[in-house]
Structures are given as structure tokens and as C-alpha cells.
């Protein structure tokens, strides 16, 4: 009966791996954001501290946050019945996010200055693949990404695209994406 049961929640995770750099919002957008990404199976949350971050996070305050962020974490992944426990990591400047993702094969940032969504499809189901593939997701903060950020990204390969006509929130843009993504590599 155990190992049923195991078969059955390591059925539950996704075919590929998906890391979300997240700038970090204000107030408790984070908690929130974390939960819904782990229950839409993302691997890694990583926080991302940006110029127009307008949360700013005291060093010895952090590893409390970021172990309140595991938990919260945790909790979703028991809730989703995941059988992979997915890692928050401490919060990361820009340039040490942009060193970290570059293992990630594919990789896009969620830009407000794209305009072409249906160019935003077709690199999603050019990835369709029967190998594990590695997906790096970049969410700007509330006040998104500053030009030079966006230049820095595209140097390290990263492929900016667009979520649609509407600007979205940054809690919003990153359901989104993480849902048209599963929807994608079904």
C-alpha cells in the first residue's frame, strides 16, 4: 500500500523543472506567491532583491524571512501531496541571480515592453520534448524591470516575452505564466 501510495505522488510532479526568479514585492505578496508557485510545481523560488524592488529586506532579518518562506513552502507541497519539497532560496541581488540561472536551459523574463504574445506560444511549444528540460521564469517587482536589467538578462541568453496586453501584478504575472507554461507541456 506504501509504495502505491508513492507512486502515486511522485506521479503528481511535473515533467520538467522550473525555477521562478521572483523580484521581491512588498508586504506579504511574497507568502502568497510562493504558496500558489508551489502548488503549480515549481522547483526553486528564488527571491530577487531589483532596483525598483520596493521591499528592501535588513540582513539579519532575512534568514527569518527566508525560513518563514520554506515553511510556507512546505506547507503548500504537503497540501499539493508533492513529492518533491521545493527550496526558497535567500534572497539574491540581480547580478547573482543572473550568475545562478545560467545552468537553466531555457530561460524568460515576463517584459511589459514586448508586445507580441503569440510569439511568447511559440517559444513555449517549441520546447515540447520528451527529455526533462530545465525552465527559468524572471518576475519583476512592483515597479517590473529597469532597462538595464533587461539588457543584463538578454546578455546572459535570456528570452524576453510577453504576458499578454494587459500589464499584470506581480503576484499575477507569475500565476500566469506558471499556469500557460503547464498548459503548454501538457
Known sequence: LRLILLKDIQ?????YDVYLFQGIPKKDKMEWIIQKAVELGVKEIIPVCMERSIAQYVEKKSQKKNDRWNMIAQSAAKQSKRSYLPKVHSILSYVEALQYGKK????????????NFSQTKKY????????????AIWIGPEGGFTPKEVEDAKKEGVICISLGECILRTETASMFFLSILQYALA
Open 11 to 15: 506521479s503528481k510532479e511535473l515533467s
Open 104 to 115: 537553466i536551459e531555457h530561460a524568460f523574463l515576463a517584459y511589459e515592453e514586448e508586445e
Open 124 to 135: 513555449l511549444n517549441e520546447m515540447k520534448t520528451d527529455s526533462k528540460i530545465t525552465i
